[in-house]
């Protein structure tokens, strides 16, 4: 299945602005950008011919060497009524080089400074965590950190209302209430997904939960 014919499959998707900040019902369509992808576009162009709008996450720390690169591109969709917002690796760049000056307290300094420099950028309302397993993660630290910008897992913290391209599974579950994660970078060259689908309904709560 292609990306066109997925996303024809709903008719409720939005930003998560809309559902976190202006309390909208519907599914939020994430997708985090973990590398560089000439992808993002196409994917943006798609989901405007079916008339939906969705929610960017981006990486600000420059060893992951494509925001400065892609800034335009987002910024162009932001302009178009896409949504950008920052995807948390501060723990990771805290504690840069070698897990040097490896603390709680550092990782906190960083996520401000990095929540100010994508300000600088883009209208910024919601963040959610990358997804690397260190002790201390970018879950735990938004779970920490109080700001004016809503962390996802902050606001959906307890459901099972995920669905993800994850591992390879995307969901195509209508009925249920929460958010897609998906990662444009992880689709081939015709915007098809991966090979290994499974549906919402084959997945216990907690591969649910495990996913993003
Ligand atoms: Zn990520």
Redo the contacts with the bound molecule.
Sequence with gaps: MNYSEWLSQWDNLCRARDVMIDGKQGIVLRH???SFTDRVKRVANIEEAHGVRSSW?V?VDPSYRYYERQKKVFKELESRGHEIGL?V?SVELSHAPRWKGRSKENAVLQLGKDIAKIKKDFDVVTM?????DWPYTNKDLLRDFDSEIIAFNRFFDDRDCIFTDSRGWMSTAQKKEGYIVM?PQTLDKRLRFPNKRRTIESLSDKELKRL?
């Design positions: 985090d950008i973990d996450y990486i995807h690796n959610c965590a990358h997804g690397i990662h993003v």
